[in-house]
């Protein structure tokens, strides 16, 4: 089925449920059984989709994590309280003291900081990457590599990587795969098509599409799921049955809203290109972007998140900018139905590859409100960054 169709269909069952569309929210700890014959049944044949206790999930969380299992193509999804449950498990779900993991240098700052501090207390190594590195990356590889964890393209600065090759070169090698595929939502990219053994997704970004949950989701081959079941279920990080709720009412549409986000988004990057003020813009369905080529390639689409460059300013001209937005709001996330801006210095958060601190990053995300509407409130913003400029001086 296209990706569409199983937005609208997947995770619905509503025979079991008087004939409901939607399945109600079920809010367990325990759950009751009549004999102990019952009791050491349930626990003999526990499997991912039926109710044995609370924190496995219920119904709900179970429509949900089919749902998405489907969109991505696995066998099994795993619904956690945050994305950074969903990437901390993953990591874990594969790595011991003494191990090797490959990060990806782009990688979104709290992934960074999972492996620097939290698996470097454990004694697991890790050495960050290029983003462009392809299939050199074998080069990078050692015996006790256990992941090796691309986030494509990455939430700042926007480099695609060679996926494919990255991931044969690891799976020769014995190497799990985990991927971070929140940008693309799990429509527009399936890694799990192309050999990695983990997609991860923020939930909290475009399934919730509407700023008001948080969640991850971790979506596996049959191989990889055990190991990632059990170090969830060890963890405790479960995403509450209204979450799952608000993430399958979300689920249903993502497709028409993604679309949007992503029409939107590249009507602002061409019109941003044209601005005398923009150094640079960083979009990966660009002709011009380096890593157009890749994304053509193993992308169906985008979502609304890019960025763009503007020379060095002083802060105060900066924030005279972006202080005084009618529609762009100034946060953190992305993936809502609002649109964000958010200046941005990668440069503390490299170490393999170097940043260039001779601009400023401003990082967007295009919102469900009329194009337009955004490049005048953009506009205005520029002619306060001017006004600022031109008082300096």
Known sequence: MKPDTLLTIAGRDPEANFGIVNPPVYHASTVLYPTLEALDNAWRNRRPDKVYYGRYGTPTTFALEAAVAALEGGWQSIAVGSGMAAVTASLLAFVKAGDHVLMVDNVYSPSRRVCDQLLGRFGVATTFYDPTIGDRIAELIRPNTRVVFLESPGSLTFEVQDAPAIIAAAKRKGA????????SAGVYFKPLALGADVSIQAATKYIGGHSDLM???????????????????????????????????????????????WETGIKLAEWLKSRREVVRVRHPALPDHPGHALWKRDF????????????????????????????????????????????SDPGPIRTATT?????????????????????????????RLNAAMSAER
Do not use: K
């Open 355 to 383: 940043w260039a601190g001779d601009t400023i990053l401003i990082r967007l995300h295009a919102g469900l409100e009329d194009p337009d509407d955004l490049i005048a409130d953009l506009e205005a913003g520029f002619g």
């Open 300 to 343: 169906t689409g985008a979502s609304g998140l890019f960025s763009f460059e503007i020379p060095a300013a002083p802060r105060a001209a900066l924030a005279a900018m972006v202080d005084h937005m009618n529609l762009f709001g100034m946060g953190y996330s992305w993936g809502g139905f609002e649109s964000l801006i958010l200046p």
């Open 176 to 183: 799990a795969v985990v991927v971070d595929n929140s940008w």
């Open 215 to 261: 969640m991850g989701i971790v979506t596996t081959t049959e191989a990889a799921y055990q190991p990632l079941r059990q170090t969830i279920t060890d963890l405790g990080c479960p995403s509450g049955p209204d979450d799952c709720y608000l993430a399958l009412r979300g689920l249903r549409t993502l497709g028409v809203r993604l679309a949007r986000h």
